[in-house]
């Protein structure tokens, strides 16, 4: 039993019940979903002024790798330097503003394609064609405008504004302390990393993955697994950013015997699908406690959810996976972790799915872009063979999500639809939903209408 007390969910969260919902607004206006003008505000005070994730920092491995990051019609170029670090750019040329790079590459320094001026990996204006036609020039002067960049969990975060306050001011040691046992760094997107143009609004998407009380309209095959009675969630709020987790168990074991538990595990995959590595482990195990007719029955303390943590456990240490730092807890239980403003993750030991959404660069507030990756935990020799690669979805409908985000991806654009009409101007969260009014809450501290 480890119960390593920095990884535990229980430590410094609350329990739906005690949680001060006084202050928070329960109304939350549909104008924010469809309006212009509240996503002019957006643009300026959130997008302009937030750390936001632009990448992996596997996709920028060796010194000259280099990614666009474009944010509405803002553009800025990550490039690693001669000196291993990752630094960030105004992607315009300091020249005529020539945009400098499209897309990503690798190249020893940056060259402008419309008068051959060229700079550094770090951002400094090395040379100019044909000095003799442009006379004095101070290059120091004319370096590539530089704005802040950093890492953490293996993500490359960007912030649009020079001024910005550090990464880790922003996220906080609560939020960094507890996510650093799962090893997020060492995770790899396997199996799904697919981007998609969606026909609602950014916050939509967010709202989606921020409450559990869906899951009985959208999601009923998760019931069987999933615990939504009130107590039993734990919700933790860390600065702008927040965890919610409900134990992954049936508590109600009179409506879900046993054997309805072990196959509501064997039907994960199709929601969580490295799971499907546990399941021989987790076969096993049960096996063990079966008597010679099949029946199924287990010692005191030990539970179906039990036998999936040990599973679990077994089956990523079997890896080389040092699995130490998580709780037995964190080896069953999706955590789902928002990082405002545009961040969700589901992750348990061994595995993450995460989930971003953007608005749209065309400027339709109806409208965004959002990307899913799954993310396995991997010793490293494997990461590469097994690394998905990105997919960009142009065909609306064409991509195969697994059954649950299937579920939410045909909700969220209904929901936008709904939101259009002008005959609503409100939403009405519900006490369960109250991470969608939290959410909201920061999003106003940043539009300063609070
Ligand atoms: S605009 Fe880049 S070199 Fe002229
Ligand atoms: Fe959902």
């Keep these: 039993m480890n119960t390593a007390a920095p990884a535990d969910w229980k430590t410094g969260t609350q329990a739906l019940g005690e949680i001060d919902v006084d202050r928070l607004s329960f109304s939350i206006s549909t104008a924010r979903y469809t309006a212009p003008e509240y996503q002019a505000r957006e643009r300026e005070r959130v997008w302009m ?35 291993g670090k990752l630094r960030g750019f105004v992607n315009a040329c300091r020249h005529r503003g020539n945009m400098l790079c499209q897309g990503k590459g690798h190249a020893g320094r940056l060259t402008c394609p419309y008068h051959l001026w060229t700079y550094g990996l770090d951002g400094r204006l090395l040379a100019v064609a044909r000095p003799d036609l442009v006379g004095d020039i101070d290059k120091d002067a004319h370096r590539l405008a530089e704005v802040p960049v950093d890492c953490f969990a293996g993500f490359i975060f960007l912030n649009p504004d020079p001024e910005a306050a550090p990464l880790a001011d922003f996220l906080g040691e609560d939020v960094m302390r507890r996510l650093d046992a799962y090893r997020l ?13 969606l026909e609602c609004n950014w916050k939509v998407v967010m709202d989606a993955f921020a409450e559990g009380y869906h899951i009985i309209g959208v999601h009923p095959e ?60 987790f076969e096993a195990l049960v096996d063990a406690n079966r008597d010679a007719a099949g029946g199924l029955a287990l010692p005191e303390g030990v539970t179906v959810r039990s036998l999936l943590q040990q599973a679990t456990r077994e089956t990523l240490s ?10 037995d807890d964190q080896m069953s239980d999706n955590q789902g972790w928002f990082l405002f403003p545009n961040f969700f993750m589901t992750i348990r030991a061994g595995e993450a799915t995460v989930i971003m959404a953007w608005p749209h660069p065309d400027g339709d507030p109806n409208r965004c872009i959002w990307r899913v ?15 998905a690669d990105p997919v960009t979805v142009s065909e609306p409908g064409s991509y195969p999500y697994f059954l649950a985000l299937q579920q939410d991806y045909e909700q969220m654009p209904r929901q936008q639809a709904g939101l259009r009409n002008r005959g609503l101007s409100h939403m009405s969260i519900v006490k369960e939903e109250m991470s969608i009014a939290r959410f909201h809450a920061v999003l106003d501290r940043y539009l300063g209408e609070s």
């Design 49 to 83: 002024k937030v750390w936001q994730i632009a990448g992996r920092v596997d996709e920028l491995p060796r010194p000259g790798d280099w990614k666009v990051h474009a944010i509405f019609d803002q553009s800025f170029v990550i490039v690693r330097g001669q000196d």
């Design 318 to 327: 079997a890896k080389g996976l040092d699995t130490s730092a998580l709780t």
């Design 185 to 197: 760094g060492e995770m790899t997107p396997v199996g799904m990393d697919v981007c998609e143009s």
């Design 373 to 387: 990756t799954a993310y396995m935990w991997l010793p490293e020799p494997m990461r590469d063979q097994l690394r």
């Design 222 to 281: 998760l019931l069987s697994v999933i615990d939504l009675a009130a107590g039993n969630s734990r919700h933790g709020f860390f600065g702008d950013h927040g965890m919610a987790c409900s134990p992954f168990e049936v508590s109600r074991t009179q409506d879900f015997g046993l054997e309805a538990q072990v196959e509501g595990i064997r039907n994960l995959p199709g929601t969580f699908p490295t799971v499907a590595e546990v399941l021989p482990r």
